[in-house]
Structures are given as structure tokens and as C-alpha cells.
């Protein structure tokens, strides 16, 4: 109710301290979480993390509803988007066109991640690390329609791995054996 929100809006967090950002390990890759809605912070709409890819590695492979913003704090390298056509009726089906599209990015840049777009970032350089910082707005998940699908793991996600800041670096000192 809006009448209660500055009671709330009180309690919450105005500013979030590096050690109450919590890291994950997640299908998309090595996360550090700048907000979202289990951090009691006054943003109501956004979720931001930071995305560390390892030397010449790669995000997960996935699709959402929701458009994202990302943009490349370290590192350079390039992103595959192949978009869906959407067909929303009684229910909601999308299928991916044969197409994919290839943009390369280097620190400064900004991708544009469209609506329920397939997405995966990739580290180009083998000796250095990525650092991307997404901006996605939650609207679409308190709505039920942030339909998150997963097509491919990051290389280094493991189920049951609780990430710290040490285990991190020693992720982010791993050369790549990899092509990128």
C-alpha cells in the first residue's frame, strides 16, 4: 500500500557495502550481487550484479523476457544475440530465428541486450579477466513473466559451490585453455 511505503522505505538500505553484496555461483557464471530483492535495499525495481568471466571463458547461454543493460567495466570481448520471434495469445510461445548476430565490446562499452533475446558474453582475451556490470528490471519476474530459460552453463559453474572473494580470484588467475 502506498501509504505504508515510507515506513518501509525507512528500513531499507540507502547504501549496500561491498560485504553485504553477496557472490554466486550461477548457471550464467561468477556473480557478485549489487541488488536485488533479498538485500532490503530502497530499489524497488532494478537487480544489478557485477559478471566476472574468467581468461578467455564464457557466460552462460540463456534467454529472458526482460531487456538488459550491461556495461563492460574490464576486459574485452564479444557477445552472440540470436532473437526470437514472440507470439503472446493465451499463452506465450517463442521461437529463435536462424540468424545470430556477433558484436564485439571492450571496456566502456555498453551492450544493449533486447526483449527475449538468446544472449552469451564472451571473454576474448586468454590472459585477462571480464568484468560486467547488468542492469535488469524486475518488473517482468513480480509479473510471473521473466521466463528465464537456460540453453548452456557457464564452463565454470558447479552446483553446491558456495563462491567467496578468494575462491573468485583463484577462478579469475586460471589461464584459459579454451578458445574463446
Known amino acids: 500500500d502506498a501509504a505504508q511505503l515510507p515506513g518501509l522505505q525507512s528500513k531499507r538500505k540507502k547504501v549496500v557495502h ?5 557472490w554466486e555461483m550461477s548457471r550464467q557464471g561468477l556473480l557478485k ?6 538485500m532490503n535495499t530502497r530499489m524497488e525495481s532494478v537487480d544489478a550484479y557485477m559478471q ?13 523476457l526482460a531487456e538488459e543493460c550491461v556495461y563492460v567495466l574490464e576486459g574485452r570481448g564479444y557477445d552472440l544475440h540470436q532473437d526470437c520471434d514472440v507470439e503472446i495469445t493465451d499463452t506465450y510461445h517463442w521461437k529463435a530465428q536462424d540468424e545470430v548476430k556477433r558484436y564485439e565490446w571492450e571496456a566502456g562499452d555498453v551492450i544493449y541486450i533486447p526483449p527475449n533475446t538468446i544472449h ?15 542492469a535488469i528490471n524486475r518488473i517482468y519476474e513480480k509479473f510471473g513473466l521473466n521466463d528465464l530459460e537456460q540453453i548452456e552453463d557457464a564452463p565454470e559453474y558447479e552446483p553446491g559451490v558456495v563462491l567467496t572473494a578468494e575462491l573468485v580470484e583463484q577462478y579469475m ?3 584459459s585453455t579454451q578458445t574463446a
Open 18 to 22: 561491498p560485504e553485504e553484496m553477496p
Open 173 to 175: 588467475k586460471k589461464k
Open 120 to 134: 552469451q558474453h564472451f571473454n576474448a582475451d586468454p590472459d585477462r579477466p571480464v568484468r560486467l556490470i547488468s
Open 52 to 64: 566476472l568471466i574468467p581468461p578467455g571463458s564464457r557466460s552462460g547461454k540463456h534467454r529472458h
Open 33 to 38: 550481487h549489487l541488488l536485488n530483492e533479498k
